[in-house]
């Protein structure tokens, strides 16, 4: 059994996918990033960096927080999504790709949202800049997937798992020019039914929530190093 600490955003989505792809059985705890949960004492135990989402694996008496850590854990555990050591440079494809996307697409792509949709006030220079390498990256993406119908290779992995919450949203929105095998890829993936039992658990009443406040935008987007509770 897992208990996972979960907003339905990009990163949250990245771990009911696998979760619902193996069939495990898992609690949600809601962590309402827009009324401050993230900062309550209890998960902050488990997620010192005050970002969800976070994992108690209860059986093994784990946590840890980090959806890409979250993703490779997981996949170790169970055997799934992703090559074992003995299969070295198919591994490689995979944890390569992970930390592309953790290092690059979702925060590109975090700030572009920011800069575009979130700052008090509109900077050219920023949306650009965040908006032209999100496009550069989901570009990568796309030539990658040229001749290969997934980010490592043939198979499914958690490297597609951790890109896919972010490409799907960004697409649509940030490439200006035709991205077709990125597209395929997106749309395969969505009709997974593992990712639409995934997507679905972030439709559940707990987050039907209202737009944030300036307040709660504050909170969100105005952290600093006085924040840090200790």
């Given at each position: 059994m897992y208990r996972l600490h979960y907003w339905p955003t990009p990163n949250g989505h990245k771990v009911t996918l696998f979760l619902e792809e193996m069939g495990l059985p898992y609690e949600i705890v809601p962590v309402n990033i827009r009324a401050g949960d993230q900062f309550r004492p209890e998960f902050l135990?488990?997620?010192?960096?005050?970002?969800?989402?976070?994992?108690?694996?209860?059986?093994?008496?784990?946590?840890?927080?980090?959806s890409g850590?979250?993703?490779?854990?997981?996949?170790?555990?169970?055997g799934a999504f992703i090559a074992p050591a003995s299969q070295a440079q198919k591994r490689a494809e995979v944890l390569q790709w992970l930390f592309w996307q953790m290092a690059g697409l979702g925060p590109m792509?975090?700030?572009?949202?920011?800069?575009?949709?979130?700052?008090?006030?509109?900077?050219?220079?920023?949306?650009?800049?965040?908006?032209?390498?999100?496009?550069?990256?989901?570009?990568?993406?796309?030539?990658?997937?040229?001749?290969?119908?997934?980010?490592a290779g043939a198979d499914y992995s958690i490297a597609d798992m951790a890109a896919f919450p972010w490409a799907k949203l960004?697409?649509?929105?940030?490439?200006?020019?035709?991205?077709?095998?990125?597209q395929r890829w997106v749309t395969a993936i969505a009709?997974?039914?593992?990712?639409?039992?995934?997507?679905?658990?972030?439709?559940?009443?707990?987050?039907?929530?209202?737009?944030?406040?300036?307040?709660?935008?504050?909170?969100?987007?105005?952290?600093?190093?006085?924040?840090?509770r200790r």
């Open positions: 135990a488990i997620a010192p960096n005050n970002r969800m989402p976070a994992l108690e694996d209860l059986a093994d008496g784990v946590h840890l927080f980090e850590a979250i993703l490779l854990y997981l996949a170790d555990k169970h792509m975090g700030q572009a949202n920011h800069f575009r949709n979130y700052a008090p006030e509109k900077i050219p220079y920023g949306i650009e800049r965040y908006s032209n390498e999100s496009a550069r990256l989901l570009a990568v993406m796309d030539k990658r997937l040229a001749d290969r119908e997934f980010l960004g697409a649509p929105l940030l490439a200006d020019t035709p991205m077709p095998n990125l009709e997974r039914p593992a990712t639409v039992r995934a997507y679905a658990v972030g439709d559940g009443p707990a987050f039907k929530v209202p737009e944030p406040t300036e307040a709660q935008k504050q909170m969100l987007f105005q952290q600093g190093a006085a924040t840090v």
